[in-house]
Structure formats: structure tokens, C-alpha cells
């Protein structure tokens, strides 16, 4: 069995800052690419960031400059630190991984089950 958990959600201000972390435990044989999504009421889930095993990084154009999206691969862990938050990132924020499962010979997609980011004076 193979969980993702977010942490660090909550209620902050506008131009204020929030680290949200993901683990991901249980039967881990390798972990691919992992990231962040998030969706706004109304709307589709959307890409925020992402990261390859071997660091390489994408962003959404709306976060570029403000998010960062980094891992600790012997922790399986990843982690977004967002800065400058605006009321348009409220959302709730799910962490997503391709995971390869002991005694499977592919990878697998894993969500976690979100946490709120709230971004209002």
C-alpha cells in the first residue's frame, strides 16, 4: 500500500508565504517524477510545479518567480515553498507522484488527499 500526505496548508495572507510537504510511504521500490496540482472552486485541477527524480523542475507560468518545488529523494519527500501568495493560488493542493511499487514493473500515478491553501486579508 503506497499513501501520499500532505502537510502545511492554511489561512495567510496576501504577499505571504506557505511550505506545503508531501511524504510518500509504504511499499516504494522508486519514485518518478512527483508534483504539485491544485484546484480552485469551479474549475480544473491544474498543473502548479513539478520535478524529475533528477531534479528537473517545471512551473506553471502563473507561479513562476514565486514557487519552488524541491525533493529529498532519500526521504521521499517533496516540498513547494510558496511566496508572494495572491488570492488567485487559494485552492486546494494535492501532491502527485509516479511511484513504481515493490513487485510491480511500472509506475504508478498517486494522489494525496489535498490540503487547503486559503490567500485573503
Known amino acids: 500500500q503506497v499513501r501520499l500526505v500532505e502537510s502545511g496548508g492554511g489561512l495567510v495572507q496576501p504577499g505571504g508565504s506557505l511550505r506545503l510537504s508531501c511524504v510518500a510511504s509504504?511499499?516504494?521500490?522508486?519514485?518518478?517524477?512527483m508534483g504539485w496540482y491544485r484546484q480552485a472552486p469551479g474549475k480544473q485541477r491544474e498543473l502548479v510545479a513539478a520535478?524529475?527524480?533528477?531534479?528537473?523542475?517545471d512551473y506553471a507560468d502563473s507561479v513562476k518567480g514565486r514557487f519552488t518545488i524541491s525533493r529529498d529523494n532519500a526521504k521521499n519527500l517533496v516540498y513547494l515553498q510558496m511566496n508572494s501568495l495572491k488570492p488567485e493560488d487559494t485552492a486546494v493542493y494535492y501532491c502527485?507522484?509516479?511511484?513504481?511499487?515493490?513487485?510491480?514493473?511500472?509506475?504508478?500515478?498517486?494522489w494525496g488527499q489535498g490540503t487547503q491553501v486559503t490567500v485573503s486579508s
Open positions: 509504504g511499499s516504494i521500490f522508486s519514485i518518478n517524477a
Open positions: 502527485n507522484a509516479a511511484i513504481q511499487p515493490y513487485g510491480m514493473g511500472y509506475d504508478r500515478d498517486y
Open positions: 520535478i524529475a527524480k533528477g531534479g528537473y523542475t
